[in-house]
Structure formats: structure tokens, C-alpha cells
């Protein structure tokens, strides 16, 4: 059974707007946020919280209010930021024994980091991920187990796990994550709200500490596709600090959400025949569900099969393993116990891949990503599963073999494309858990992923339903 919050304290925009309307104060809308976390710290949401700073700053906004100041895009609304970008409040962990302390306090904010809080955010704390953004929950280790925040006994999905689970239970009303295999979308469609992976280089990535140097990305992650739009607005942009930073231009992503999808085809792809790990029975019908409601809002909707599926995922695991295991190298020598089993795991398996696997599978990308821009001649979007199943039971998962719980997911095929790709919760699945479709784009057309997200949730309310009791939360 679920309900259906108030609008005015679920999303973002409408917190906001609230708050201009003087309808809410930022004091108030902060102090519900640390209420929620005071209320469930078993969630595993936090690795640092910064209370007194929070509810400071956002007496600075009230102030500001009260003299009648304009306010900032993101001011008085309260975020969580994953424990892989570098904030100057407090030490970046990554999740691990591993990372030297000296790392964050010499970068001090990262890029991301400092837009948000020039826009006015007001940063609650470091959200828990993976062990640096990999690896699996490891309860050996002296860090909070991520939970989902519909089932207690389930997965928060990695690696952003905090930032999906905290958005969520409303303990903030928006979150920054990051993604190589799809560490934004995974726990966006496991926690039942929305996660953009903006296309590659949209978003910078100095400060942060890398996995995947040429998979990873920076993103937003909230209730609502709107939500998403506006934290883009604040924390896209080119940033000569990142060799991958892109100078392309930006698009006004909120003003490009008009609620109407007439002249914009989009290709859907069930993905049915990839669903290795099985199929909810619920799924294919929400789905269904999902294409009819974007039909209703205008959209053109045509077959497609999207090209090199099973290419395009190896190719994703592949780089990533060599990528990290370049990053981790020596220290997997001398600090091997220090990791994770989970991690360590993963990690090693990137030892096994050659510089002539690495060279290849960089021209088969290519090619992937060449036959990706063929079908974008004849579609504006691509419409697929997130993946088919809900979140899975947390003693499921396997330390020794990590990487299955990637089996019915669909989010590792866009890493290497670099297309910008939307998760939006689409309903329940048999066992009560969310469920999630994906909509990508041409690159940098976030506005375009982004309006149809929007289109869709105008018509639907799956964004802003939470468990109704904590009973359901076993």
C-alpha cells in the first residue's frame, strides 16, 4: 500500500516555489529534512550530516526573505551529495579505508559541489555509495549498509545508494550522484524516484574521485524529471578543471518542459529478450502502461531495436574494469584487505583485461556509438526498461560475484554511448518494489529527455508515492 505525498514537501521545484510564496520557510524546510533522517538512521542514508551548518544557512535565507532580497535557484532547499565529490565540510571517504584523507581537504569543493551552494543549496551531508562507487554493501566493514527506503531488507542500489534511498524518505529533496554503469539510475528505479545521467562531459567530474575515467558522470536525482531540470540548470557547464568537460552549449531545461510531446517520435525497445536474471510479472504491463501515457501526452510511438546491446554492455564492464584497476593498482598491493570483498573483487578482474582488450572494445564503442546516431536520425527519443526487475533482497547479493546484480538491468549499454538517459519510476512491481523506464537522447539533448520525463509525470503520479507505513518497511 503506498500514499501519496503532499506536492508542497515532496518535490523540489514545489518546495521552491513554496518557499518564494512564503508559504514555507527554508528553517522549516530543513528541519523536516534532518527530522526524517533523526527518525530513520537505519536507512544508511548519511556518512557525515552537517545539522549546524544547515539550519545556519538556511537562517540566511529567511533573512534574505524577510528583507525582501531575490532569492537563488536552489536556496533553502535541502541536498544530499554522495561521498565521492569533494566537499571542504567534511572529509571524502569514497565509502573506503582506502582513500587518503589528504585527497578532499586538498581539493577542497568540488566543481559541482561549489555551483550548488553558489545557487543556494544547502548541502545536509555526504550520502553512502558502493565503495568508491563499486563493489557491493560489505557489512565487515565500519560503514552504514544502504537499505532501500521501500524495503528494509532490499538493496538501495548502487552506487549513489544514499542519494536515491535519502530522496526517497524525504530526507532531502534532491541529491547529486554519479554513474558508470548506471550509479544514478539503479537506485533512482530501486527507491522509486528520478535520476538523469546527463550526457558525458555535460556535467564536470573535478573533484570527484574517478572510477571509469571515460564512463563516469555527474547528475541529479529527486522526485520529480522538473527536479532533475533544475538542478541541471545549476550544476551543468563547461569547467576547465576537467580534461572531458564540454563546452557545448546549454538549453534552459525548465523552461523546456511544457507538458506536450506533439512532434516527438519515439522509439520503444522492451528489452525482454536481455532480461537474463527474469522478469517481473508486473513489468511488462506497466510498461505498456508507461508508452500509453506518453502517446496521450502527443508522442509518436515506433519499434526499434537498439543496436549492439550486448556489445555496448561488454564493452561498458570491460573499460570500467580497466579503468578503475589503473586508479587502484598499487594500492590493491599493498591495501588489499583494506578494500572491500566485494570491491577487491572487482577491482583484480580489471588485471585480467589486456591493452589490445581495452584498444578494441575503445573501436567497437566507436562503432556503437556511430550506429547510436543512425537510429537518432529517425527517432528523437529511445524509450527502454531501467531494468525488469525491483530492488533485490540485500543477503542475495553475492561478495564474490558483485556484478550479477546487474542482471536484468539495462543501465550499463548507455555509459559507453555517453546519450543522456532518464530513469522515472513507472509503479510496483509483484513484490511492492518500484520499477523504472529509461528515456535517452541525442547528446547534450537533456532538455528534450527531460520534457518528456516531465510529460509523462504530468500525467501519472508514480513520482511522488512513498511507502505508506513503516510497517511495509520490514
Known amino acids: 500500500m503506498t500514499t501519496t505525498v503532499p506536492v508542497a514537501f515532496s518535490t523540489l521545484t514545489s518546495a521552491a516555489a513554496a518557499l518564494r510564496r512564503r508559504e514555507v520557510s527554508a528553517v522549516e524546510l530543513v528541519d523536516t529534512a534532518l527530522a526524517a533522517a533523526d527518525a530513520d538512521p537505519d536507512l544508511g542514508v548519511f556518512l557525515a550530516r552537517f545539522d549546524d551548518r544547515a539550519r545556519a544557512r538556511a537562517e540566511q535565507v529567511d533573512a534574505k526573505l524577510a528583507a525582501g532580497e531575490p532569492l537563488a535557484p536552489l536556496d533553502g532547499i535541502p541536498l544530499g551529495v554522495k561521498d565521492i565529490l569533494a566537499h571542504a565540510h567534511a572529509p571524502t571517504t569514497a565509502q573506503s579505508l582506502v582513500l587518503a584523507p589528504e585527497w578532499g581537504a586538498a581539493t577542497g569543493d568540488c566543481a559541482v559541489v561549489s555551483r550548488l551552494e553558489q545557487a543556494g543549496a544547502i548541502v545536509t551531508g555526504k550520502t553512502t555509495t558502493m565503495e568508491f562507487a563499486i563493489g557491493a554493501p560489505d557489512p565487515e566493514k565500519p560503514f552504514p549498509i544502504p537499505r532501500n527506503a521501500w524495503d528494509r531488507t532490499r538493496w538501495a542500489g548502487g552506487s549513489s545508494s544514499g542519494s536515491g534511498s535519502g530522496v526517497a524518505a524525504g530526507m532531502f ?20 524516484i528520478t535520476g538523469l545521467k546527463p ?51 546549454l538549453d534552459d531545461y525548465p523552461a523546456a518542459l511544457t507538458g506536450d510531446l506533439h512532434g516527438i517520435t519515439i522509439g520503444v525497445d522492451d528489452l525482454d529478450r536481455y532480461a537474463t536474471g527474469g522478469i517481473d510479472p508486473a513489468q511488462p504491463a506497466l510498461f505498456a502502461d508507461a508508452v500509453a501515457a506518453l502517446r496521450e501526452a502527443g508522442a509518436t510511438i515506433v519499434p526499434v531495436e537498439i543496436p549492439m546491446y550486448p556489445e555496448v554492455t561488454a564493452i561498458d564492464v570491460l573499460v570500467m574494469l580497466a579503468e578503475a584497476h589503473t586508479y587502484h593498482r598499487r594500492d590493491l598491493r599493498s591495501r588489499w584487505s583494506d578494500y572491500g570483498r566485494g570491491t577487491r573483487v572487482i577491482l583484480a578482474a580489471g588485471d585480467a583485461v589486456s591493452g589490445a582488450d581495452y584498444i578494441q572494445a575503445q573501436r567497437v564503442r566507436r562503432i556503437a556509438q556511430q550506429r547510436m546516431a543512425e537510429l537518432f536520425t529517425r527517432v528523437d527519443l529511445v524509450l527502454t526498461p531501467t ?28 555509459n559507453p554511448l555517453g546519450n543522456p538517459t532518464l530513469a522515472v519510476p513507472i509503479g510496483l512491481s509483484s513484490e511492492h518494489t518500484p520499477l523504472s523506464i529509461s528515456l535517452s537522447g541525442r547528446p547534450f539533448a537533456e532538455a528534450a529527455v527531460l520534457r518528456a520525463g516531465d510529460a509523462y509525470q504530468r500525467l501519472t503520479d508514480h513520482h511522488l508515492r512513498t511507502p505508506a507505513t513503516t510497517e511495509g518497511n520490514r
Open 387 to 414: 531494468g525488469h526487475l525491483g530492488a533485490p533482497a540485500l543477503d542475495a547479493i553475492d561478495q564474490l560475484r558483485p556484478l550479477d546484480v546487474l542482471s536484468s538491468l539495462h543501465t550499463p549499454y548507455w
Open 199 to 249: 550526457t558525458f562531459g555535460r556535467v564536470p567530474k573535478s573533484g570527484v574521485v574517478p572510477l571509469g575515467y571515460t564512463l563516469d558522470h555527474v547528475g541529479p536525482m529527486a522526485r520529480s524529471a522538473a527536479d532533475c531540470a533544475l538542478l541541471l540548470s545549476v550544476i551543468a557547464g563547461y569547467e576547465p578543471g576537467d580534461p572531458y568537460s564540454s563546452p557545448a552549449a
Open 173 to 192: 529533496l534532491g541529491a547529486i550522484g554519479t554513474d558508470t554503469a548506471g550509479s544514478i539510475r539503479i537506485p533512482a528505479a530501486f527507491n522509486g
